[in-house]
């Protein structure tokens, strides 16, 4: 799955944008990807036909290694 991630929520929020998916992906692929960097604790796939599949993915903690990796990378 080629893609890739923003901390868009703001201070705080841990949630993070996820974009250029692919197609065919699914939220159990993102929770596949993601659950290694804390507990997820809402995924929302915006997958309208004829757009871009996008995602925003919220962890519980928004201290979370996963959080803090996204920050570190952008």
């Given at each position: 799955?080629?893609?890739w991630a923003d901390e868009r929520g703001g201070e705080g929020d841990g949630r993070i944008y996820v974009g250029n998916l692919p197609t065919d992906v699914r939220e159990k692929d993102l929770e596949d990807l993601f659950y290694k960097y804390g507990r997820?604790?809402?995924i929302e796939l915006?997958?309208?036909h004829g757009l871009v599949p996008f995602a925003f993915?919220?962890?519980e903690d928004p201290r979370c290694r996963?959080?803090?990796l996204?920050?570190?990378w952008l």
């Open positions: 799955m080629s893609g997820i604790r809402e915006k997958n309208r993915v919220r962890f996963g959080c803090y996204w920050k570190k």
